[in-house]
């Protein structure tokens, strides 16, 4: 029955962390990006973040794959990490609501009360919410009702031994005894913590068996509640394999900050078993539970939070580089996608990065056309060979991300993410072509009419434009901006037919050579491809937002003879990139 109610208890903790976490919808995560070097906030953020998702484990297997992917770095996680030892601490105070013993109104706040109908409420919500964030709610809410029904059943696990310790006081006093040893105690809770990997879960059981037996002891569960601690680091222990030096160095302040703060505490605790043995005898409660855990988490985190520099060179010592081996990071760590909403915004952060990296290089290569420099058509091959890079990891990031159970607005960002990422590639490759038409005119030595030159430039000007205009709205998520992409596109596609039929018509009167036509339509081919590119972007990001995906439809609709806003877009963008 007790591993039973452990099972329920870790079920329905899962489920309402996984909740929470898809509720919080990556607010707190990217918080934790902006994290400042000021140790309150960092501290603060930490407890934050972890009460949000209900698991301190989680948040430092998720700072081990951020210092892995290189996103933070590893001193900027000391305090998140020291916070999260407060965090952890409200479970146990939710949990030591079952310890109240009055028949009156306060018996309500009973979990025991109130729980199943609150599971009740969550099942109602996600079986006739429309709305995600009601049904992402109600999983919070059976979440916390399946744990609450965990507790009860590992309550009455410890039924048995109630009654052993009623009618065999000295027996059971005496197998008691052996955790009046504090090193033992320590001992106990961290192993039995490292097992079940929960510090709250294990803290729950220690309540309960100081509910139902009453003979558990201030010097027994202080001891406990110190091992509780160096327990849970086998979570972060284990997220550390196959990592970087950095990320392993997390796991290893992890470990130093509630080893060093256990240490300090009982060597502190020991002489006090002496001089406060009639306090320490004084059974406890689970709201005494409560209380000393978070005193203990509380104390630890405060004395250790000036020394984060010296943690920081602990680990450092304890994990040393190799002489010459640069350290290699992660695009982004497959750990991230045991959160979700986070994961989701550290790969559009990527998005934005694969974004700028595309518009830069296309646009120096337009700028390249006709004014040729090997140094620049280099930078725009390795710029290129980066977006690559990007395309493949995130795209293969992004088709396990979508793999996890998101909330609407989670899966409608991986959606954009994956359609758009295939368009930033292209327009890579299309700035690698113009490079090429480029180089050909500079070994040929070949130049346009004077013409020509003024035609290209004006689609060089709309081209920049567009290019500038799409990444800008794509960054900002700027639906409106979106919306100033296509008029654009369809000017430009004109533009381009008007070039290609003056050039013929300078070709007949022998004003341009087919040698230059040849060169001509290369490029004015990658001009049209990488506005039709911009268009599939900014329809992407508006076809998201309305939930529909046929982008023909969309484009018919827009262009439609009814559509005045986007006849009187053209008409003044017409205007605007008129060639002479």
């Not at 999260?84 to 028949?103: C, D, F, P, Q, Y």
């Not at 008691?176 to 090193?183: G, K, Q, R």
């Not at 060093?260 to 306090?279: E, N, Q, R, S, W």
Request: glycine share 6%; charged share 20%; with cysteine.
């Amino acid at each position: 029955m007790l591993l039973g109610g452990l099972a329920f208890f870790l079920f329905g903790m899962n489920i309402m962390s996984s909740g929470l976490e898809k509720l919080s919808g990556g607010k707190l995560q990217q918080a934790l990006q902006k994290i400042t070097s000021n140790p309150a906030k960092a501290m603060a953020l930490g407890a934050g973040i972890t009460i949000a998702i209900q698991s301190s484990s989680a948040l430092t297997v998720m700072l081990v794959g951020l210092v892995n992917s290189g996103i933070m770095t590893l001193s900027s996680t000391v305090g998140v990490i020291m916070g999260s030892n407060i965090g952890t601490t409200l479970t146990a105070w939710i949990l030591s609501l079952a310890g109240i013993e009055s028949s009156g109104p306060i018996a309500l706040l009973k979990p025991s009360s109130f729980s199943p109908l609150v599971a009740f409420i969550g099942i109602a919500f996600i079986m006739m919410a429309k709305s995600t964030k009601k049904k992402d709610l109600g999983h919070i809410l059976v979440g916390f009702g399946v744990l609450m029904f965990g507790m009860e059943l590992m309550g009455d696990a410890m039924d048995p031994i109630s009654e052993f310790a009623k009618t065999n006081p000295e027996s059971f006093e005496s197998i008691l005894s052996i955790f009046n040893n504090p090193i033992v105690g320590v001992l106990v809770g961290a192993v039995f913590t490292g097992i079940i990997q929960s510090s709250a879960a294990s803290v729950a059981i220690l309540q309960n068996l100081a509910l139902k037996t009453g003979a558990v002891s201030f010097g027994m569960a202080i001891p406990i509640i110190m091992g509780q601690n160096i327990g849970t680091c086998v979570t972060s222990l284990i997220s550390s394999i196959g990592v970087n030096k950095n990320a392993k160095r997390v796991a290893c302040i992890h470990i130093l900050f509630n080893v060093i703060g256990t240490c300090i505490v009982l060597l502190l605790y020991i002489p006090a078993f002496f001089i406060l043995k009639d306090f320490l005898s004084t059974d406890t409660t689970p709201f005494t539970i409560a209380v000393a855990h978070s005193v203990f988490n509380v104390f630890t985190t405060l004395l250790l939070l000036p020394f984060q520099k010296l943690l920081v060179k602990l680990a450092n010592i304890i994990i040393k580089d190799k002489p010459g081996k640069e350290e290699k990071y992660t695009f982004i760590d497959d750990r991230l996608l045991n959160t979700p909403s986070f994961a989701i915004s550290e790969c559009n952060n990527r998005c934005i990065e694969m974004a700028s990296k595309a518009e830069t290089a296309i646009i120096s290569a337009i700028n390249l056309c006709g004014n040729y420099d090997e140094r620049r058509a280099n930078d725009i091959i390795t710029l290129e060979n980066d977006i690559d890079t990007y395309e493949d990891k995130l795209g293969t990031f992004l088709v396990k991300l979508s793999k996890n159970e998101l909330s609407d607005k989670d899966s409608a960002e991986v959606s954009r993410m994956l359609h758009s990422i295939g368009d930033f590639e292209r327009l890579g490759d299309h700035a690698v072509n113009l490079i090429k038409a480029a180089q050909e005119m500079h070994d040929k030595k070949l130049g346009f009419s004077e013409d020509a030159l003024a035609d290209l430039q004006v689609a060089h000007r709309a081209l920049t434009d567009i290019v500038k205009l799409t990444m800008e709205a794509y960054i900002k998520n700027d639906l409106d901006m979106a919306k100033e992409v296509e008029p654009l596109e369809q000017v430009i596609d004109n533009i381009l037919a008007s070039i290609k039929s003056r050039h013929i018509a300078r070709l007949r009167v022998g004003e341009c050579t087919i040698e230059h036509g040849f060169v001509l339509n290369d490029m004015l081919t990658n001009f049209e491809r990488v506005s039709d590119h911009c268009s599939n972007i900014a329809v992407t990001m508006i076809e998201v937002v309305q939930n529909a995906y046929d982008t023909h439809e969309y484009l018919n609709a827009l262009k439609s003879i009814d559509n005045e806003e986007f006849s009187e877009k053209y008409k003044e963008l017409s205007i605007q990139y008129k060639l002479r």
